[in-house]
C-alpha cells in the first residue's frame, strides 16, 4: 500500500511562489505516472500537473502552463511542484496522486488514478 504525503502549502501573495512536496511510503514503479490536482470551494477537483516516473514527461493544465513546473526525484521517490507568479485563483487544497498504469488518455482524468493524498491548502491573497 502507497501513501502519500504532500507538504508546503501556505498563504502567498499574488506574484509569489510556492513549493509543494509530495512524498510516497512505497515505492514508486517505472509504469506510474504522478499528477496534481487542485480543488477550489464550491468547484470540483480539476487536472494540474502530470509526469511520467520513469521519463519525466510532463503534463500541464492550460491554466498553469509557463507557471508551474512539475518534477520529480526518483531517489527520494518524490514529486514537487514549483509554483510561480501564483494568482488568487490558484487558491484551493492541492493533492497528489499516483496512477499505476500510466495512460496519455487518462492523464488529466481524476479517477484513474489509484493513490491520492490528504492534501495540503495553498491560499494567494490579492
Known amino acids: 500500500q502507497v501513501q502519500l504525503v504532500e507538504s508546503g502549502g501556505g498563504l502567498a501573495q499574488a506574484g509569489g511562489s510556492l513549493r509543494l512536496s509530495c512524498g510516497s511510503s512505497g515505492r514508486i514503479y517505472s509504469s506510474w505516472l504522478m499528477g496534481w490536482f487542485r480543488q477550489a470551494p464550491g468547484k470540483e477537483r480539476e487536472f494540474v500537473a502530470a509526469i511520467t516516473w520513469s521519463a519525466g514527461t510532463t503534463y500541464y493544465a492550460n491554466s498553469v502552463a509557463g507557471r508551474f513546473t512539475i518534477s520529480r526525484d526518483t531517489a527520494e521517490n518524490s514529486v514537487y511542484l514549483e509554483m510561480n507568479s501564483l494568482k488568487p485563483e490558484d487558491t484551493a487544497v492541492y493533492y497528489c496522486?499516483?496512477?499505476?498504469?500510466?495512460?496519455?488518455?487518462?492523464?488529466?482524468?481524476?479517477?484513474?488514478?489509484?493513490?491520492w493524498g490528504q492534501g495540503t491548502q495553498v491560499t494567494v491573497s490579492s
Open positions: 496522486a499516483a496512477e499505476r498504469r500510466f495512460s496519455i488518455t487518462t492523464v488529466r482524468i481524476g479517477a484513474s488514478y489509484d493513490y
